[in-house]
């Protein structure tokens, strides 16, 4: 498997529990059914930093939701699972689909095989006209395994053999800049925008977060080259954690960071805490901030999504930092011949958006 190089290497950390909990026994491999028997018949391809590396064969890279609280028709997630490990990640339940435990997301990542020659063939067979491609909605893209298994890259080149469409990539990583060069030629025949997700300045609050993802300082170095490349690019602040990030002090500094790094874009999001991620994020905040534990229970004891006069606050408190340092509220959308409204959706309204992807 080809390999490419990154100019900053990952947070060789520990997993961000001391004592690694017991995942619960898995069921005989006779058991299961569809995306869980093909997962308990991946071989694994590498261990290493206390996680294991799958090679999970699928049927289709390009998956289409048709969930009208997804804000894109199609999504592309070249992994399963994502080593960054962020404790309020959403997407932990998709772990599940695979009878793994939320647990495991951060320790059994599946790199999905034969990715290329796949999306190539989805872009053929389904009708993807002018709506658009999400890349990255569910684990991100460009996390350590893809150093070993260039799986983005794959689909990328084959992305870059068209034109016309309309793509995003989401990434909390700055190795995404390896890919400078590839971004520039799919930017040149199609729409293409690039969301960097920094959640803090405040290094040690990310680490605590986000226990293997670039330092936030890298990541905003990220947007600066990716701007001056020539590649549209913003800052997803997301998701805004209540008592943590959620200041006005806290929003100045990020859209005075994103400013400076020539981010064309500023978005931000309440936190949606899905059960699976609250029984990873909660005992993080019960431990380590426990006087923010009540204000968590209850905004969250009943619901994934934080209350609405609360997510106006959000909204409120970041129209006034985006006029301040004259920042974008979302990436502009491309005129197309059949439709000019994709990617239409406001990022950081009172609304939040749950992005539930299907993946294969």
Known sequence: MATYPTPTLFPNVPLHRDTPLASPPPKPAADLVGIARLAADSP???????????LLPVRSILNHSDSKRVPFPWTINPYRGCEFGCRYCYARYTHEFMELDSSDFERKIYAKANAGPIVSRDLAEKHVADEHIAIGAATDPYQPAEREFGVTRSVLERLAERQGLSLSITTKSDQVVRDIELLKRISARSSLTINVTIVTLRTRLARMLEPRAPRPDLRFAAVRRLRDAGIAAGVFMMPVLPGLTDSDAHFEAMAQAAKKADAQWFAAAALFLMPSAAKEFLPLVEEKFPKLAGRYREFYGRTAYAPETYRREVSERLTAVRKKYGL??????PVRPKSNTQLSFSLGDTQPVQLTPLDG
């Open 44 to 54: 694994c391809a590498d261990a290493k930093r206390g996680t294991e590396y799958f």
């Open 328 to 333: 974008g509220t979302r990436p502009e959308s």
